[in-house]
């Protein structure tokens, strides 16, 4: 490539996600923390369902329009009847070099938009369609995990088919009587519920029930540490000095709104001063769940450390947020680089996964005619 041409970016944000809002925030901030002399940047939001917009429609969102507002005057222009329609504006960009999504959740984080990228022959920032999809389905990840013997919490599956046998009472003999419900594919703690006794469940996997038809029901730890580690790198990664949350006693655990909406009652410890055995104890099985998961790039690592100080792993993030108070930047400011320079190497990671794949050889073995 040319260093004295700009890197074309093709950076898709929004999504059909309970992280629409989010994304857009994210998006912001790494678009302003790109250096313009380096880069060349195409802008697409991915409306709410699921439709790409085109540079110039996503710009007016970016200057603050009402997005419903410019998506309904965008739509009519696209042939719905084409089943090509929902990707249509990206026919527009010509010659991008490497595709960023800032997509979280559904989408974006599930391998989706990694699958269109690989169609496309195109590098991209983050990790590659299996280790996403991998990543984003809760029960997956613990699966994995588990195998590797990297410890995370007890937990079962609740499905439709086995949801009258899951009754509290079993849960509570056979993971504890104080339970966390998470749906296996949704984030930022949505469709989250903690119960400690059979209404709180029943109403929680209810709720639960509306974002996935797989719900993980874990065991509760004890007044737990909430730390978090960001991994960046290929097969080299390395991790941050790490960071603790805490959250206010009134809330039970750090959700959707103290993450995203009023997050003036949580404080941050960056970096946070843990044991130097712990530190790195939680370092190792950061690093060693990006491996196990194939992940590329970049992840924030979520832990729960009991008040014993065994540390339990419990999500794992691979397009983590880029918000004003999103851990991942702010972990790998306090561990020595900054904002402008951890975009660089996350696009420059993409490139260098791209032309690792592209070494990989295809024999075609032509079958003689009939």
């Not at 029930?209 to 390395?238: H, M, Q, T, W």
């Not at 690592?301 to 691979?318: A, H, M, Q, R």
């Not at 975009?343 to 295809?362: C, T």
Request: with cysteine; aromatic share 10%; proline share 4%.
């Amino acid at each position: 490539m040319d260093t004295q041409k700009k890197i074309h970016v093709g950076m898709l944000f929004g999504g059909n996600s309970s992280e629409h809002d989010v994304s857009k925030r994210s998006a912001h901030n790494i678009y302003d923390a790109m250096d313009k002399k380096k880069y060349q940047i195409d802008l697409f939001l991915i409306t709410k369902n699921g439709i790409i917009l085109s540079d110039a429609a996503t710009r007016r969102v970016f200057a603050g329009e009402p997005e419903d507002k410019v998506v309904a005057e965008e739509l009519p222009k696209l042939d719905m009847s084409d089943p090509l329609a929902p990707i249509k504006n990206l026919a527009a960009a010509k010659d991008i070099d490497i595709f960023y999504p800032v997509v979280h959740g559904n989408l974006g984080e599930d391998g989706t938009l990694q699958g269109l990228f690989k169609l496309l022959k195109k590098p991209y920032v983050g990790s590659g369609v299996l280790a996403s999809a991998a990543s984003f389905d809760k029960d997956i990840t613990k699966q994995i995990l588990t195998h590797h013997h990297i410890q995370n919490t007890k937990y079962v599956v609740v499905t439709p088919e086995n949801r009258e046998q899951m009754t509290y009472a079993y849960l509570a003999e056979h993971v504890g009587k104080h339970l966390f419900i998470k749906p296996a594919n949704q984030g930022s703690s949505v469709g989250i519920h903690k119960a400690e006794n059979e209404q709180d469940y029943l109403d929680g996997l209810a709720d639960a029930f509306k974002y996935d038809y797989k719900i993980l029901v874990e065991e509760s730890i004890d007044n737990p540490r909430e730390v978090e580690c960001s991994i960046l790198g290929n097969e080299d990664a390395v991790a941050s000095k790490l960071g603790a949350i805490d959250v206010p006693k009134s809330d039970t655990f750090y959700d959707y709104n103290n993450k995203f909406v009023d997050a003036s009652g949580v404080t941050f410890e960056l970096p946070v001063d843990l044991p130097a055995d712990l530190t790195k104890r939680i370092q190792d099985m950061s690093l060693g769940a990006f491996k196990a998961l194939g992940l590329k790039g970049m992840a924030r690592v979520d832990f729960l450390v009991s008040e014993d100080g065994e540390p339990y792993l419990g999500e794992i993030n691979t397009l983590p947020g880029f918000t004003n108070i999103s851990l991942y930047p702010k972990l790998w400011e306090v561990s020595g680089i900054n904002y402008t320079d951890l975009i660089d190497r996350l696009i420059q990671l993409g490139f260098d996964e791209f032309k690792r794949q592209s070494e990989i050889h295809y024999d075609f073995v032509a079958l003689d005619a009939e």
